[in-house]
């Protein structure tokens, strides 16, 4: 099952411009990341934001937490049209026995027009 | 450094047979993790190898079964194969051994197994 819904599921800007998604989860987590897919490849890792953090900042990309509402949002500013990809959110609840285990919500398929 | 390298890339079988996939992860790191990708059912996880122990596993029959080698590769096999099984299966290795509260499991993928199930 998965942990988060993201929302936009589509979305569509022109280059230069700014595009946030956003993405809620359901139980309590240590961390949450985001990732970018590229036309079905393997996942690529953005940012890692811990549950005790409220923003964070990485180039051309800004994450925001909010553990009281369950919600992260992401935002790529100036975009670029090599930015087209779909971005995930992904939760990380293990705080007993370890592991990774990773839940991904359901994405956002973001297309940077030029 | 090479990334996590998965075999094969495609592959294409028919319902009741069964398969398995490689995935060779970046060295040093100690854990590999499957992902299962569907249009409909989106990432799902399925099992997570450390030091050759499965550590966790995700909600899916028996039919899907794992295991990990003395140097970190792991391979994963699916029997009896239905058309549902049809998607893009990722692997992903990761570092930090996932130690839940102190530890970041940051992971790498590979570029993944497209099984198409006829």
């Known amino acids: 099952s998965q942990q988060g819904e993201e929302d936009p599921q589509a979305l569509s800007i022109q280059e230069g411009e700014n595009a946030t998604m956003n993405c809620s989860y359901k139980?309590?987590?240590?961390?949450l990341q985001w990732y970018r897919q590229n036309s079905g490849r393997g996942l690529v890792h953005l940012i890692l934001i811990r549950s005790n953090e409220r923003e964070k900042h990485s180039g051309r990309l800004r994450v925001t937490l909010d553990t009281s509402k369950k919600s992260s949002s992401l935002l790529i500013t100036a975009s670029r049209a090599a930015d087209t990809a779909s971005y995930f959110c992904a939760t990380d609840a293990s705080f007993t026995g370890g592991g990774n285990k990773l839940t991904f919500g359901t994405g956002t398929q973001l297309k940077v027009e030029l | 450094k090479a990334g996590v390298t998965q075999t094969p890339r495609y592959l294409i079988k028919t319902r009741g047979q069964q398969v398995t996939l490689s995935c060779s992860p970046i060295?040093?790191?100690?854990?590999v993790s499957w992902y299962q990708q569907t249009p409909g059912q989106g990432l799902q996880f399925l099992f997570e190898y450390f030091s050759e122990t499965q550590r966790n596993k995700g909600n899916f029959p028996g039919r899907f079964s794992g295991r990990q080698f003395s140097n970190s590769r792991s391979e994963m096999n699916v029997s009896t194969l239905e058309l549902g099984d049809s998607a893009l299966y990722l692997c992903?290795?990761?570092?930090?051994?996932?130690?839940?509260?102190?530890?970041?499991?940051?992971?790498?993928f590979g570029a993944g197994s497209r099984l198409t199930v006829l």
């Open positions: 992903a290795s990761s570092f930090t051994p996932g130690t839940g509260g102190t530890g970041a499991n940051v992971l790498t």
């Open positions: 060295s040093g790191h100690r854990s």
């Open positions: 139980t309590s987590i240590n961390n």
